[in-house]
């Protein structure tokens, strides 16, 4: 009984005791919301921080914005870290924050008060008492997401105590983000409108100290694209010129879209900034394949303009989803075809490696700018590389190489310097310094070709010349057509004893310094051989002597022709197109050009030309004259010219009209009658 007893007085005792705690544990939680509440005694000019916990909830319900609403049951969360940081891991979409104020301002202080947020990613609403008091961005369905955007102020009025709730929503995680990201990134201060408006002052001061070399650097890579342009529009062969002036404009796009902090919509400036790397990653690629002399790999040419024309599509494409998601594809969605579409590009960039070590192997023979290209390009390509390749997939594989090449080597007047940092820079400086060492050389280059070029404006009076003269009883016109600058035709008219004249006439193959001086060396073997034969065989056969071996594998046609007086005329020919005498073509039997043998043989052919009568020499130039249907100005044409006897001059502006294609020379000889007097009509150009 006595055991009984006292069991029944220890349950009794036990029951007294739960029933006496129950009153003071709901005192607990009543009073658990002033306990959790921030105070703020004496809150004057100064500003205070909003830290210690938050409470916390995932998902989206209007009611949290109530102040009314017990929020006890929520978790709670620190401000100073992301949410990813605190046991929420991976998490995207809608979060709240709460958290109760209670202010006392200090005397003569203003009543209003005023909110900054450092940042929360990625967009947000803030209610102050359940009244919406500001935003950054729209929340889904609508979504606009800003980034790196400054810190943002918001005032609250003449407030004293009150519950501050933040709707937040994060976007969904792309391929290299980290599992740590979403909701606060700096802690929220509080104070007077004044105060927030310094403490913000100061910290965009300080932002825009640590990017001074960032944007230093941009300046420069912009007023190098600027220049680089300019060059290329003035020469458009120069094509290393115009990749480098796509390959520097990219860090001034970017600039402009991430780092000034405007607030431009997210998937707008995500779909820029892909299609401006892949374009600046293709450029890169065709710079260096220039600055080390890779161009003529036509393969290599091919593999690369694939690989670039992959890279921008798939850069554009992984830019492009951002239009897409939430509303048309789902979150993984959105991260299968993020990784998917960004390995060409993470697999692309070991490029400009590959292509340094194609020059070593290949034994390229560089300058030293060009091995400056090189040595920086590869550092450069592979660290970077690297970095991305391991950033992909990192909250999955929480890898720590990415974050470790990204960290700080040293830090400069409060600007950081990381490894990429400082191998993008020395390679960009690299490759100024090759294309200015590269322009210079193209420069020395060009000034050798107009000098070249020169020589052979000089050259050009020998080969046709300027004044000729009279023939007794003949009217003499000639043209000359140079299809460029200087051409290989040439003509000599010789006066011989006893009133006869030597007439040379013929092209030589190639154009420029070598023609002009092929062309030099024949007029000077046409006018010694003269001084010893007046045969025009004989004159063939001596410059073909002289000509073999020595046109370094080029040729000569050439007529010949010894006029005299009284109308007899005798021509022979080197492979040349026949004369025309009126609307006829004069046959000759067949030869060889000059200089192609030492034993060609030529044959002479007599005429007589009778009054009225015209003989018209010219050169293949003439003949194939070549219309835009790239139609031939063919034989007919050339037949039904001569005709009508025109002037040189106007023949050879009916193929200038039809189509020229190479150089044109023509000369006339039309004999007169008794006692008419005797013209002689030239047209040539004039050296400058």
């Known amino acids: 009984m006595l055991f009984r007893f006292r069991l029944a007085l220890l349950l009794l005792i036990a029951v007294f005791l739960i029933a006496s705690a129950a009153p003071a544990r709901a005192a607990v939680d009543s009073a658990s919301p002033a306990s959790r509440a921030l105070v703020l005694d004496g809150l004057g000019k100064g500003t205070a921080p909003i830290d210690g916990p938050w409470q916390f909830h995932l998902g989206d319900d209007a009611a949290w914005a109530n102040p009314s609403f017990d929020d006890s049951g929520w978790e709670q969360l620190t401000a100073d870290k992301s949410w990813g940081a605190q046991m929420h891991p991976n998490y995207t979409g809608f979060a709240w924050y709460r958290k109760s104020i209670q202010i006392s301002p200090a005397p003569g202080a203003s009543p209003d008060v005023a909110l900054m947020i450092p940042a929360i990613d990625d967009a947000y609403e803030l209610y102050w008492n359940g009244v919406e008091v500001g935003h950054l961005g729209t929340l889904p369905p609508h979504v606009v997401i800003y980034s790196g955007v400054p810190p943002q102020t918001f005032g609250l009025g003449p407030v004293r105590t009150g519950v501050l709730a933040i709707r937040v929503w994060k976007y969904v995680l792309a391929s290299n983000d980290p599992d740590t990201l979403g909701g606060f990134e700096g802690v929220p201060i509080i104070g007077s409108p004044d105060a927030i408006a310094a403490a913000k002052g100061n910290l965009d001061f300080k932002w825009l100290r640590r990017q001074q070399f960032q944007f230093g650097l941009t300046s420069l890579y912009a007023l190098v694209s600027l220049l680089s342009f300019i060059a290329w529009l003035r020469d458009r062969k120069q094509w290393l010129l115009f990749w ?74 992984d830019g492009f989803l951002s239009f897409l998601y939430p509303n048309l594809i789902s979150a993984i969605q959105m991260q299968i075809a993020d990784a998917l579409l960004t390995f060409p590009s993470v697999a692309f960039e070991v490029i400009p490696a590959v292509l340094v070590a194609i020059a070593i192997v290949k034994r390229k023979r560089l300058d030293l700018a060009r091995w400056l290209v090189a040595i920086f390009a590869f550092l450069s390509g592979t660290v970077y590389w690297l970095s991305n390749a391991s950033a992909q997939g990192v909250r999955f594989t929480h890898w720590t190489l990415a974050r470790r090449i990204e960290a700080p080597l040293f830090v400069f007047n409060g600007n950081n310097f990381s490894l990429p940092t400082v191998l993008r820079t020395l390679m960009f400086l690299s490759i100024v310094y090759a294309v200015i060492h590269y322009t210079i050389e193209g420069r020395r280059r060009q000034n050798a070709m107009e000098q070249e070029l020169q020589n052979a404006r000089e050259l050009q009076q020998v080969l046709v010349p300027e004044t000729m003269p009279t023939l007794a009883g003949f009217t003499l016109t000639s043209a000359y057509r140079p299809a460029q600058e200087v051409g290989g035709d040439f003509f000599q008219i010789i006066p011989l004893d006893r009133g006869s004249t030597l007439i040379v006439l013929g092209d030589v193959s190639g154009k420029g310094l070598k023609a002009a001086m092929a062309v030099s060396m024949i007029v000077g073997a046409v006018r010694t051989l003269a001084e010893t034969t007046s045969s025009p065989a004989a004159i063939l056969a001596g410059l073909n002597r002289r000509l ?76 194939e004259a070549r219309s835009q249907s790239g139609e031939l100005y063919s034989f007919d044409r050339l037949q039904a010219l001569f005709s009508g006897r025109p002037t040189a001059d106007q023949a050879a502006q009916a193929a200038v009209s039809f189509g020229q294609d190479d150089d044109i020379t023509v000369l006339t000889l039309t004999r007169l009658k008794t006692g008419e007097e005797v013209s002689v009509a030239i047209e040539v150009p004039v050296p400058a």
């Open 244 to 317: 480098m002036s796509l390959f520097a404009v990219e860090p001034t796009i970017a600039t402009v879209l991430l780092e000034l902090r405007l607030p431009y919509s997210w998937a707008w400036v995500q779909f820029l900034v892909q299609a401006t790397i892949a374009a600046r990653e293709a450029a890169g690629w065709f710079l260096i394949i220039w600055l080390l002399q890779l161009h003529e790999e036509t393969r290599l040419v091919r593999y690369v303009r694939i690989a670039a024309v992959a890279g921008l599509a798939s850069g554009i494409a």
């Open 548 to 623: 073999v071996g020595r046109l370094q594998g080029g040729f000569a046609t050439a007529v010949a022709l010894r006029l005299d007086s009284n109308g007899e005329c005798t021509l022979a020919s080197a492979g040349h197109p026949g004369p025309f005498v009126n609307e006829n073509e004069l046959k000759f039997p067949g030869a060889l050009p000059l200089g192609l043998g030492p034993s060609a043989v030529f044959e002479e052919v007599r005429l007589q030309l009778r009054e009225l009568d015209q003989l018209a020499l010219y050169t293949d130039g003439l003949l």
